[in-house]
Every structure is written in structure tokens, then in C-alpha cells.
């Protein structure tokens, strides 16, 4: 499991004395506890695996947007921090899905659903997101599913 991961990871990222490395990944598993505490209370039961990756793609989209900002900013230290960050965040990530597996999945869903025109993006988007959703780029896939129903 990614938690169980994460934990030996920041045990042996403290040992090693790596502070930015132990810094992040008690981040990852500050993040993670909060969003056990917000899935209990909100009564919804969502698989472990598909909770804790849904975190770290949030986190890593974030460091991703941050990075930009910086770099338009021209504060290269600090996008070189959140670079560093997000290798550490893409160590625990799965695979993402590549554009070719993306484009045969829309068409398959294509197929499936009948969809034709704009009107069935949100039809299509909601079947990726049901079957592929830990391991799909929500933002290929939307551009994809926009050029392949326009």
C-alpha cells in the first residue's frame, strides 16, 4: 500500500538525516490524515489506495501550478523547492496513463456511450473518471475528449 510506503519512507528519510526529504513526506501524511478525518465525517467510503493517490495528485498539481509562478517570477530558488517536492510526491504516484492509452480509452467510451457532440463531454469525462480515475491526467484528458467530440 502507498501509505505503508510513505511511512518507511519518512522513518528512513529521517534516519538518513534528509530534511527536505522528511519535511515533505510528513506533508504527504499530514495531508492524507486530514483527508481520512474529512472522508469520516462526510459517511462516504472510498478505497485506500484511490484516497491516497487522489491526495498526492492534488499535491503534485499544486507544486506543478506553483513552479510556473515562480519561474514567471523569476524566483528559481523557490521553484527549485517545489521541484524537489514534487519529485518526492511523483515517487508514490502510479503510472499515469500516456496519451495513446488515453485516446483508445475516450474511443472505447466513445463507442459505449453513443457520444457525438459537445453536449456528451461530461458523459465521457464521467466514464474516465469512474474507470481510470487514480491513473488518468484529468487535463490531457480533457482536451482530448474536447478534440475528439468537436
Do not use: C, N, W
Request: proline content about 1%.
Amino acid at each position: 500500500m502507498i501509505r505503508d510506503d510513505i511511512k518507511a519512507a519518512t522513518i528512513a528519510a529521517m534516519k538518513a538525516g534528509e530534511k527536505d526529504r522528511t519535511a515533505t513526506l510528513r506533508q504527504i501524511g499530514a495531508k492524507i490524515k486530514d483527508r481520512d478525518i474529512e472522508e469520516r465525517t462526510s459517511g462516504k467510503d472510498i478505497p485506500d489506495e484511490e484516497l491516497v493517490t487522489s491526495v498526492l495528485q492534488k499535491m503534485a498539481k499544486q507544486r506543478r501550478e506553483s513552479i510556473e509562478m515562480y519561474q514567471q517570477g523569476g524566483r528559481e530558488e523557490l521553484a527549485a523547492k517545489e521541484e524537489a517536492e514534487l519529485a518526492v510526491i511523483e515517487e508514490f504516484l502510479p503510472q499515469m496513463m500516456s496519451e495513446e492509452e488515453t485516446r483508445a480509452a475516450i474511443e472505447a467510451i466513445k463507442a459505449e456511450t453513443g457520444a457525438s457532440s459537445m453536449k456528451d463531454m461530461g458523459q465521457v469525462m464521467g466514464a474516465l473518471k469512474a474507470r481510470h480515475g487514480a491513473v488518468l491526467d484529468g487535463k490531457l484528458a480533457s482536451g482530448l475528449v474536447k478534440a475528439a467530440l468537436s
